[in-house]
Structure formats: structure tokens, C-alpha cells
Nanobody, 123 residues
């Protein structure tokens, strides 16, 4: 069973930095496209960044130049380095894992979520 565990959240002042980590267990990490999302109470979950199995990355516009996603296949971990944090970045941050595979004559997709880690940016 695939499990994701986030860590690294906390309280930081505006302009500060945090590094989130997400560890995947129960499957072959190298097969998964990994992503980060965030959610503020009352809002929909928002895409932040993604790194695929080929290490290609993409970001939502609001974090470009401030956040950096990376992965370490040897450690089964994905990271989100967050710099120049703003109060608007306050949210619960969720790790996402997606695997696409061919089985039974068609392509299939499985998706998994971590439980989230709180990031609060406040003075």
C-alpha cells in the first residue's frame, strides 16, 4: 500500500524559507510523478508544482522563482524548497503521487495523497 508522509511545515516570518519533504513508501518511487498542492480552508486544493519521472518540473505562476521542487530517487523523497514566503502562502501543503501504467489492455492511473503539513507565514 502506497503511503506518503510530509514533513517540514511550520511558522515562518514573511520573506523566510522552509523546505518541505515527502517520503513515499510501499511502492517503487521511481515510477511516480510527484507533486505538491496546497489548500486554504474554504478553498479548493491548488496545484503548486510537479516533477515527473524524467525530472521535468512545472510550477504555478504564483510560486515561480520562489519555490523549487526536487526529488531523490535513492531516498524515495520529493522536496519543495520555498523561499521569499508571503502571508498568501499560508496553507496546508499536500504531497501527491501519480503513477500511470498499462494493464489489462489499457492505460491506468492511480493517485495518492499525504495527510498534509501546515505552513504559516506570519510576523
Amino acid at each position: 500500500q502506497v503511503q506518503l508522509a510530509e514533513s517540514g511545515g511550520g511558522l515562518v516570518q514573511p520573506g523566510g524559507s522552509l523546505r518541505l519533504s515527502c517520503s513515499l513508501s510501499g511502492s517503487n518511487f521511481r515510477m511516480y510523478n510527484m507533486g505538491w498542492y496546497r489548500q486554504v480552508p474554504g478553498n479548493e486544493r491548488e496545484f503548486i508544482s510537479r516533477i515527473n519521472v524524467s525530472f521535468k518540473t512545472n510550477y504555478t505562476d504564483s510560486v515561480k522563482g520562489r519555490f523549487a521542487i526536487s526529488r531523490d530517487n535513492a531516498k524515495n523523497e520529493v522536496y519543495l524548497q520555498m523561499n521569499a514566503l508571503e502571508p498568501e502562502d499560508t496553507a496546508v501543503y499536500y504531497c501527491n503521487a501519480e503513477v500511470i501504467y498499462y494493464n489489462g489492455g489499457r492505460w491506468r492511473r492511480n493517485e495518492y495523497w499525504g495527510r498534509g503539513t501546515q505552513v504559516t507565514v506570519s510576523s
